[in-house]
């Protein structure tokens, strides 16, 4: 059987670049993540596709998988929800695969408490200024909603102790190669390894 995949959590405020680093690591030739694609509820923006960069689904349909348990997390962000389904993450991570997500950070906490022993990376901006000029670049929000995000960002990056890790966005390659390396590194951690010599000692 083969040893059980990591799951690396990767979260920060909104506008600090998740998808964007997301995006530039799964293009990588060396790729070998699994990404868990996240459920929403809000609508769909240019050029997003159904099942590869979120699955959309009304407001009933998404309560109604909380109901029933099928989901590892959730949240309700800014008038909508974000979540991870269940399945698709254990079925993965039982095949020796790493498991990626690229959720919120209230979500991220409720991961942390499932599965303590994930992976948790937190991406942050340079400075505040330039998460706003980000997030206002996008050109979709209200000035209303601009506000909100930058006030649930500063809430957000307090919370930082929640993590493993802090990896500033400042260069989106440069920010990929610090997640890379993270994950290397975790590969090896020896509470993550001793058990299978353990079992090798047992069977001299």
Known sequence: ??????????????????????????????????????MTTRQKRAGEVEGVDYFFRTREEFEALIASGEML?????????????LSYVNQTLDQGKDVFLEI????????????????????????????????????TDSPEVIDQRMQ????EIEMMALYDYAVVNDEVPQAVERIKDIIVSEHYRVDRVIGKYIKMLKEI
Do not use: C
Not at 73 to 85: I, L
Not at 152 to 155: D, H, M, N, S, Y
């Open 73 to 85: 997390e959730y949240a309700e962000y800014v008038g909508n929800y974000y979540g991870t389904p």
């Open 104 to 139: 919120e950070v209230q979500g991220a906490q409720q991961v942390k408490e499932k599965v303590p022993d994930g992976v948790f990376i937190f991406l942050t901006p340079p400075d505040l200024a330039e998460l706003k000029a980000r997030i206002v670049g996008r050109g």
């Open 1 to 38: 059987m083969s040893e059980r995949g990591l799951l690396i959590v990767l979260s920060g405020p909104s506008g600090v670049g998740k998808g964007t680093v997301r995006k530039a690591i799964f293009e990588r030739d060396d790729n070998d993540f699994q990404y868990s694609v996240s």
């Open 152 to 155: 649930k960002a500063r809430e």
